[in-house]
């Protein structure tokens, strides 16, 4: 598996990621943003709501 920055409890899958961008769009908190064909989450401004994890189509977030 080829992991993608991560938070306390959120990781993505970049190996599923198909950077759609929809996890971009929905999080409130502006947590995740896309840098050289990764997506990225700061763990900083995530707050494990896991709205990011209803709107992945292939399922490639998840909680650690
Ligand atoms: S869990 Fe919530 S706050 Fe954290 S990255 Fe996903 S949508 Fe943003
Ligand atoms: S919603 Fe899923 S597939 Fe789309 S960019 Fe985010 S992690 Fe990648």
């Given at each position: 598996m080829i992991k993608s920055w991560c938070s306390t409890l959120m990781i993505i899958d970049m190996e599923e990621c198909?950077?759609?961008e929809d996890c971009i769009d929905v999080c409130m908190e502006e947590a995740i943003t896309k840098k050289a064909y990764k997506v990225i989450i700061d763990p900083d401004k995530c707050?494990?709501?896991?709205e990011c994890i209803d709107v992945c189509p292939v399922g490639a977030i998840y909680e650690e």
């Open positions: 198909g950077i759609c707050d494990s709501c896991g």
